[in-house]
């Protein structure tokens, strides 16, 4: 009985060292045999499992390891912070897109009421060089002899009622009374026929009207 246990225990020893040297030539044949993989063999020999000590499986379980009530509340805490400041955030914008659109409609009223008015002195103006009694007074200037005379009367009113008497008169016409506010010995005379020929160049009255109504729009 006790030979065929000992045959029966050399046996297995032999199986066992057979069994090392197999893995040994592998890890060999596979040029990874190193100090950790024999290590490795003689604790697997033995019935160890040897990732029980290993420093990166533990590191690996620890990374694992379900968050603390405390990192959990933490989570909570900067999720509630980040959906508040997003509201926040949001709540500015829709702020800000509500003045800037209240500013957009109190220019677009100020626009409409500056283009009305405008509108409505054009009118005005366009009715006031064609209305009767302009033409009448427009027909009698023309008719004076001489020229001096249409000077002499043209000096009684005013520079803008002067350019919207003489601008819708022929060419020739505006020429003989340009010559006669030249001819003039008056220096006051001839400054007003540089200032009647330069109103009627720059369009005025009406260019006077648009360039106020300009003016107006951008402040």
Known sequence: ??????????????????????????YWNQGTLTNDSLQDIKMIM???????????????DKESEAPSQKEISNLRALRVVGIHERENILSTIGENLRKE??????????????RDKFQKEMEEI???NTSTEVERARGVLQSLKP???KVEHLMTLDLADCVILIKEMENKEIAKILTGFSDSNQVEVQERGKQVFQNIYQGEPLNSVAQKTMGASQL
């Open 147 to 149: 020229d001096a005379m």
């Open 126 to 128: 366009t009715q006031r």
């Open 46 to 60: 033995q019935g160890i499992d040897p990732s029980e000590n290993d420093p990166i499986i533990d590191e690996e």
């Open 101 to 114: 659109a209240q500013r957009i409609e109190e220019e677009k009223t100020s626009l409409e009421q500056l």
């Open 1 to 26: 009985m006790l030979r065929t246990l000992g045959a029966i225990i050399g046996v297995m020893a032999v199986a066992t060292l057979i069994t090392e040297g197999v893995v040994v030539a592998f």
